[in-house]
C-alpha cells in the first residue's frame, strides 16, 4: 500500500484546508486510517482515526470540532477537512494505514505511511 497525502499549504488563522490521502492498492477499504502531524521540536501527535469502514473516529482534544476525517472507499482515499485553523496547526501532516485501528490509535507499530503534507497557519 502507497500513502500520497496532498493539500497542505499557507492558510491564515480562521481559515480552512482538506487534506486528501491517495492510496494504492486494493486493500484500502480494509484498512483504518489516520492523520498524524509533527511540528518542529515536537513529537508525531495522532490528529484523527478512521476504522475502515468509517464505524469509529477518534480526534485529539486539540481539534475536536474544528476537523473531520472522511473516507472514500471507492476512491481509495481518506480526506481530513480542517476548519477554523489555528496557528498551533501548522506542522507536517501525515497520513497513515493500518489493518487494525488499535494500532492506528497508538500510532506505533503502523504499517505504512504518506510521505507528509506542509501546513503553515499564519497569525
Known amino acids: 500500500v502507497q500513502l500520497q497525502a496532498s493539500g497542505g499549504g499557507l492558510v491564515q488563522a480562521g481559515g480552512s484546508l482538506t487534506l486528501s490521502c491517495a492510496t494504492s492498492?486494493?486493500?484500502?477499504?480494509?484498512?483504518?486510517m489516520g492523520w498524524f502531524r509533527q511540528a518542529p521540536g515536537k513529537e508525531r501527535e495522532l490528529v484523527a482515526a478512521?476504522?475502515?469502514?468509517?464505524?469509529?473516529?477518534s480526534y485529539a482534544n486539540s481539534v475536536k470540532g474544528r476537523f473531520t476525517v472522511s473516507r472514500d472507499n471507492a476512491k481509495n482515499t481518506v480526506y481530513l477537512q480542517m476548519n477554523s485553523l489555528k496557528p498551533e496547526d501548522t506542522a507536517v501532516y501525515y497520513c497513515?494505514?493500518?489493518?487494525?485501528?488499535?494500532?492506528?490509535?497508538?500510532?506505533?507499530?503502523?504499517?505504512?505511511w504518506g510521505q507528509g503534507t506542509q501546513v503553515t497557519v499564519s497569525s
Open positions: 478512521m476504522s475502515w469502514n468509517g464505524g469509529r473516529t
Open positions: 492498492g486494493r486493500t484500502f477499504s480494509s484498512y483504518a
Open positions: 497513515a494505514a493500518d489493518p487494525s485501528y488499535p494500532v492506528v490509535l497508538r500510532g506505533t507499530g503502523v504499517h505504512y
